[in-house]
């Protein structure tokens, strides 16, 4: 599915992003949470949007971390930006999150929703 570029979520798009959180298949997950990180919307995710995501994804689960998160931003860039153009595409995201499980459940954890179900 395609969310509208118009800067708001509306009722459909908020039920379709739930469900593919929920029941979609892992590659389904990982494409659209590239598109939810990839900020700037230019078909990449740079550094700095990676930062961002690993800050806030902290942030919100809290917890101890043995590195900070510029080093995790940083080990992840060099493990799976193949090509070392700085930038990770939708196949280096996708791939590097299959072959990383540091990084694969960095990005699960990042919209685990189990919680807000188990309240509903």
């Known amino acids: 599915f395609v969310f509208a570029q118009d800067g708001y979520i509306d009722f459909m798009e908020y039920v379709a ?19 939810l990180y990839d900020v700037d919307g230019n078909g990449c995710i740079d550094r700095h949007e990676l930062l961002n995501i690993i800050k806030a994804i902290r942030a919100i689960n809290g917890g101890d971390h043995e590195t900070s998160a510029e080093e995790f931003t940083n080990r992840v ?23 990383d ?3 694969m ?10 919680h807000i179900v188990a309240m509903i």
């Open 77 to 99: 860039f060099d493990r799976i930006d193949v090509n070392g153009d700085g930038e990770l595409s939708l196949d280096e995201f996708v791939e590097g999150a299959r072959k």
């Open 17 to 35: 992003a739930l469900s593919l959180v929920l029941r979609g298949k892992m590659e389904q997950k990982l494409r659209w949470y590239f598109k």
């Open 101 to 103: 499980e540091e990084f």
């Open 105 to 114: 459940q960095v990005m699960m954890k990042s919209l685990d929703l189990s």
